[in-house]
């Protein structure tokens, strides 16, 4: 999971972790871990993200293929 994707849709939606985390009724922690590639996003959530930062699934997923 890329990091830097998943913290640039969050930033381009001007939101912060927290705000990310209450609307997925998640932690912050759990978006950090995301955020930092330390742990992977179940699919639900992937899908949460996506929908609320106005990202597709393949940004987050394949971003290689934006470099």
């Known amino acids: 999971?890329?990091?830097?994707?998943?913290?640039?849709?969050?930033?381009?939606?001007?939101?912060?972790?927290?705000?990310?985390?209450?609307?997925?009724?998640?932690?912050?922690?759990?978006?950090m871990d995301w955020e930092s590639g330390k742990k992977d996003m179940r699919p639900a959530y992937l899908m949460a993200f996506c929908q609320i930062t106005g990202v597709s699934e393949d940004d987050i997923l394949l971003p290689e293929k934006f470099a």
Do not use: F, P
């Open 1 to 31: 999971m890329a990091k830097m994707t998943m913290a640039a849709a969050r930033k381009n939606k001007n939101l912060t972790q927290q705000e990310i985390a209450d609307i997925m009724g998640v932690s912050r922690q759990s978006v």
